[in-house]
């Protein structure tokens, strides 16, 4: 048993003997970055629409959630949006980002006992309901420790490979090609707070996540309530048509290639050349 381990055992037992003596709940807000750039062809834009194209798709991106959860079970849904489905950087770029847009009806349900996920989801003004597993995570546990609000967090990582659509836009023709590459998630989670939580799917470490980063995107906690006097309700959705997330991926991609060519079908050449750049979320 080495070191680190032992410091989270202790940490997380002292903890849990303070909590254990009355009903575990509490509430975090996390804020949530991406980061996301696009370069246009200097002959098809400006400078000046690069930079708007760039600032649409920072706002578009910045959200804020906030996670409910008690010992075993979590509820995590959007409570601000941002950033607008679709907007213009004028001079004929236009963003489109499918599936982006939420509703107030959208939660994610995590059950950590069960091992398990229901994701009540409205894309395409279709409510969806995504029962299925979650994954199963390789946390590498770090010696690494930082300071987030009043708690005092240890550093995990874990890696996975992944495949993403590379769109490429030129005045002959629109490319795409999948291209692979290895993603390597950062968490720093706190045992101060003994619940195997997380915001979105993230799952499986010793102490509520405070803070997720994997390069390109970003989630922190900036708020914490914990044991508020009113009792949390944490109940699974149950709103919205069954499908696992493989099959609810698979209506989402056939659903974004029929917006790709809707909105595809405004690309013109020469002078009056119209570039549509589209982000799946």
């Given at each position: 048993m080495?070191s680190?381990f032992?410091?989270l055992?202790?940490?997380?037992?002292?903890?849990?003997?303070?909590?254990?003596a009355?009903?575990l709940?509490?509430?975090?807000?996390?804020?949530?970055?991406?980061?996301?750039?696009i370069?246009?062809?200097?002959?098809?834009?400006?400078s000046?629409?690069?930079?708007?194209l760039?600032?649409?798709?920072?706002r578009q991106?910045?959200?804020?959630?906030v996670?409910?959860?008690?010992k075993?079970?979590?509820?995590?849904k959007?409570?601000?949006?941002?950033?607008?489905?679709s907007?213009?950087?004028?001079?004929g770029v236009?963003?489109?980002?499918?599936?982006?847009?939420g509703?107030?009806?959208?939660?994610?349900?995590?059950?950590?006992?069960?091992?398990?996920?229901?994701?009540q989801?409205?894309?395409?003004?279709?409510q969806?309901?995504?029962?299925?597993?979650l994954?199963?995570?390789?946390?590498k546990?770090?010696?690494?420790?930082?300071?987030?609000?009043?708690?005092?967090?240890?550093?995990?990582?874990?890696?996975?490979e992944?495949?993403?659509r590379?769109?490429?836009f030129?005045?002959?023709?629109?490319?795409?090609k999948?291209v692979?590459?290895t993603?390597?998630?950062?968490a720093?989670?706190t045992p101060?707070?003994?619940?195997s939580?997380?915001p979105?799917?993230?799952?499986?470490?010793?102490?509520?996540?405070?803070?997720?980063?994997?390069?390109?995107?970003?989630?922190?906690?900036?708020?914490?309530?914990m044991n508020?006097?009113?009792?949390i309700e944490?109940?699974?959705?149950?709103?919205?048509?069954k499908?696992?997330?493989?099959?609810?991926?698979?209506v989402m991609r056939?659903?974004?290639?029929?917006?790709?060519k809707i909105y595809?079908?405004?690309?013109?050449?020469g002078?009056?050349?119209?570039?549509?750049?589209?982000?799946?979320?």
């Amino acid at each position: 048993m080495n070191s680190t381990f032992k410091i989270l055992t202790i940490a997380f037992l002292i903890t849990g003997l303070n909590l254990n003596a009355q009903e575990l709940q509490g509430t975090a807000y996390y804020k949530t970055k991406r980061k996301v750039e696009i370069k246009l062809d200097s002959t098809s834009a400006t400078s000046i629409q690069q930079e708007q194209l760039n600032a649409i798709l920072k706002r578009q991106f910045e959200k804020e959630y906030v996670l409910n959860f008690n010992k075993t079970a979590s509820t995590y849904k959007e409570v601000e949006s941002l950033g607008d489905a679709s907007s213009s950087a004028g001079g004929g770029v236009r963003i489109v980002a499918f599936g982006a847009g939420g509703s107030g009806n959208d939660v994610l349900y995590k059950d950590t006992r069960a091992k398990t996920y229901t994701n009540q989801r409205e894309s395409f003004s279709k409510q969806f309901l995504i029962k299925d597993s979650l994954q199963k995570v390789e946390w590498k546990l770090e010696n690494e420790t930082k300071q987030i609000g009043n708690y005092t967090c240890y550093k995990a990582t874990f890696e996975r490979e992944v495949e993403r659509r590379q769109l490429n836009f030129n005045d002959a023709e629109e490319e795409e090609k999948t291209v692979k590459e290895t993603i390597v998630t950062t968490a720093w989670y706190t045992p101060q707070i003994p619940v195997s939580h997380g915001p979105e799917r993230h799952w499986g470490l010793p102490g509520l996540i405070l803070e997720i980063n994997d390069g390109n995107s970003v989630m922190i906690c900036n708020k914490i309530v914990m044991n508020p006097k009113e009792k949390i309700e944490i109940i699974e959705p149950k709103k919205g048509k069954k499908v696992t997330q493989e099959e609810f991926n698979e209506v989402m991609r056939k659903k974004a290639e029929e917006m790709s060519k809707i909105y595809g079908g405004g690309r013109k050449k020469g002078n009056g050349q119209s570039i549509q750049i589209k982000i799946g979320g």
